[in-house]
Antibody, heavy 117, light 109 residues
Framework: EVQLVQSGAEVKKPGESLKISCQGS????????IGWVRQMPGRGLEWMGI????????RYSPSFQGQVTISADTSITTAYLHWSSLKASDTAMYYC??????????WGEGTLVTVSS | QSALTQPASVSGSPGQSITISCTGT?????????VSWYQQRPGRAPKVMIY???NRPSGVSNRFSGSRSGNTASLTISGLQAEDEADYYC?????????FGGGTKVTVL
């Protein structure tokens, strides 16, 4: 069974850094794109970017380019989403999802990030 | 790339059929067989219901069906049930990126 397990909820202050994780299991982690999706409170889904763990080929939405960094470590089958300096507007639920062909077939449970002074 | 356009809400009575539209352009929805639909229940992660415009993943009820005409894709839910009450999002895969619709809240009256 394909599973994506995300790290727990985070509460941070503006300006702090953060890295959240998404560990895959039940499939060949290196050979499937993993995407990150943001959902702000009461809002819709926003595609942030995607990474191919085998060679770390990464694509970003123009809206998130330069705002976050996506990475992956195949040795521990884990993908990451990193902020170097959080803003209050980064408060949201973040989902990772496996891309299977042209759609996301498996999703993590989400990581809630709260940024508040 | 702009978000795809969906109605904010659709409602129906149990047993009825409803259709949710997803309008894009010839560069996304109308240009590729790569439209997918996701159901998101409150407090839960999204779940794929339809992929590649018309295909249903194993385990998804056959009451869910997808179609497309021109630059508009549609998700139809037949025999509406209380458990179908959720938010629904369309997605269009274009050149390794995905564009989502704004989402539609389905209410079962």
């Amino acid at each position: 069974e394909v599973q994506l397990v995300q790290s727990g909820a985070e509460v941070k202050k503006p300006g702090e850094s953060l890295k959240i994780s998404c560990q895959g299991s039940g499939y060949s982690f290196a050979n499937y794109w993993i995407g990150w999706v943001r959902q702000m409170p009461g809002r819709g889904l926003e595609w942030m970017g995607i990474i191919y763990p085998d060679d770390s080929d990464t694509r970003y939405s123009p809206s998130f380019q330069g705002q976050v960094t996506i990475s992956a470590d195949t040795s521990i089958t884990t993908a990451y989403l990193h902020w170097s300096s959080l803003k209050a507007s980064d408060t949201a639920m973040y989902y990772c999802a496996r891309q299977y062909g042209r759609y996301f077939d498996a999703w993590g449970e989400g990581t809630l990030v709260t940024v508040s002074s | 790339q702009s978000a795809l356009t969906q109605p904010a809400s659709v409602s129906g009575s149990p047993g009825q059929s409803i259709t949710i539209s997803c309008t894009g352009t010839s560069s996304d929805v109308g240009g590729y067989n790569s439209v997918s639909w996701y159901q998101q229940r409150p407090g839960r992660a999204p779940k794929v219901m339809i992929y590649d415009v018309v295909n249903r993943p194993s385990g998804v009820s056959n009451r869910f069906s997808g179609s497309r005409s021109g630059n508009t894709a549609s998700l139809t839910i037949s025999g509406l049930q209380a458990e179908d009450e959720a938010d629904y999002y369309c997605g269009s895969y274009v050149g390794s990126t995905t564009i989502f619709g704004g989402g539609t809240k389905v209410t079962v009256l």
